[in-house]
């Protein structure tokens, strides 16, 4: 077998192994994370197959006989003018993925309906309060009862795009466009009533306004996998552990 031909079977078998989790296992590895291993795969491999000049001649042998044998020419013009299509598609590919226009600008915060039709009754967003808030001043132990379950909850379903630590770092995150946003900080879920995080968790990104679209969001609609109560221990949860307080009707 050929130097050059042993190359691209071990990268085309490092990108095989990559893709086994997603395959048989649903733990796709991300993309980005793909291409940054198979580049190092390639550049290893290289390194080692030109660790001597002869090896060096040898990988390169049929890339030299291709531009410099005069037996080959007809050969060599079919390369030479497949390639240049071979990247047009790629960079097609890459800079224009769709028909879409660019939208350019994205709100990060869309305006919520102001009312709201989930499990099988209306909730005023313009009005509506987390139920399970007051528990924090009535009974406190209650209250962290509460969270832990939130806790439970969310690193059951949504850590994966969160991250575990709530920083929008999660194992799917790098392959989503956009990436999820981060809850930490004071510029999130901070400048937020919990009314707005429900409605954002209830119906995910095909709940939101067709009006001031097209939105980007890869966020699942959770209506048909958590109770309201179970949103809002989660919701709990992702304030207590972050230290950021809700924003309130009043201000």
Same mark, same amino acid.
């Given at each position: 077998?050929?130097?050059?031909?042993?190359?691209?079977?071990?990268?085309?078998?490092?990108?095989?192994?990559?893709?086994?989790?997603?395959?048989?296992?649903?733990?796709?590895?991300?993309?980005? /994370?793909?291409?940054?291993? /198979?580049?190092?795969?390639?550049?290893?491999?290289?390194?080692?197959?030109?660790?001597?000049?002869?090896?060096?001649?040898?990988?390169?042998?049929?890339?030299?006989?291709?531009?410099? *044998?005069?037996?080959?020419?007809?050969?060599?013009?079919?390369?030479?003018?497949?390639?240049?299509?071979?990247?047009?598609?790629?960079?097609?590919?890459?800079?224009?993925? *769709?028909?879409?226009?660019?939208?350019?600008?994205?709100?990060?915060?869309?305006?919520?309906?102001?009312?709201?039709?989930?499990?099988?009754?209306?909730?005023? /967003?313009?009005?509506?309060?987390?139920?399970?808030?007051?528990?924090?001043?009535?009974?406190?132990?209650?209250?962290?009862?509460?969270? $832990?379950?939130?806790?439970?909850?969310?690193?059951?379903?949504?850590?994966?795009?969160?991250?575990?630590?709530?920083?929008?770092?999660?194992?799917?995150?790098?392959?989503?466009?956009?990436?999820?946003?981060?809850?930490?900080?004071?510029?999130?879920?901070?400048?937020?009533?919990?009314?707005?995080?429900?409605?954002?968790?209830? $119906?995910?990104?095909?709940?939101?306004?067709?009006?001031?679209?097209?939105?980007?969001?890869?966020?699942?609609?959770?209506?048909?996998?958590?109770?309201?109560?179970?949103?809002? $221990?989660?919701?709990?949860?992702?304030?207590?552990?972050?230290?950021?307080?809700?924003?309130?009707?009043?201000?």
């Amino acid at each position: 077998m050929h130097r050059l031909l042993k190359f691209f079977l071990i990268v085309l078998g490092a990108y095989v192994l990559l893709k086994l989790p997603g395959l048989f296992f649903g733990i796709p590895v991300p993309s980005s /994370l793909v291409l940054l291993y /198979l580049f190092f795969v390639a550049v290893v491999t290289l390194l080692v197959m030109t660790s001597t000049e002869a090896s060096a001649r040898s990988l390169f042998a049929p890339i030299v006989a291709i531009v410099e *044998d005069p037996a080959l020419v007809r050969r060599r013009n079919a390369i030479f003018a497949v390639l240049p299509v071979l990247a047009a598609l790629v960079a097609y590919q890459v800079v224009l993925p *769709d028909n879409e226009a660019n939208i350019g600008f994205r709100a990060v915060h869309p305006a919520p309906p102001a009312l709201m039709e989930a499990y099988g009754k209306s909730f005023d /967003l313009t009005t509506l309060e987390n139920p399970l808030r007051p528990v924090e001043s009535t009974d406190p132990v209650r209250f962290a009862r509460l969270v $832990k379950e939130g806790g439970d909850i969310y690193y059951s379903n949504c850590l994966f795009c969160h991250g575990a630590k709530l920083d929008g770092r999660g194992h799917y995150a790098h392959a989503l466009d956009p990436r999820p946003l981060t809850f930490q900080g004071v510029d999130t879920i901070a400048q937020l009533q919990e009314s707005y995080v429900f409605w954002r968790i209830v $119906k995910g990104g095909p709940g939101l306004p067709k009006q001031s679209g097209p939105w980007a969001s890869s966020m699942p609609v959770w209506e048909a996998e958590l109770s309201e109560e179970e949103v809002w $221990k989660v919701i709990l949860f992702i304030y207590d552990y972050t230290g950021n307080r809700p924003r309130e009707w009043s201000r």
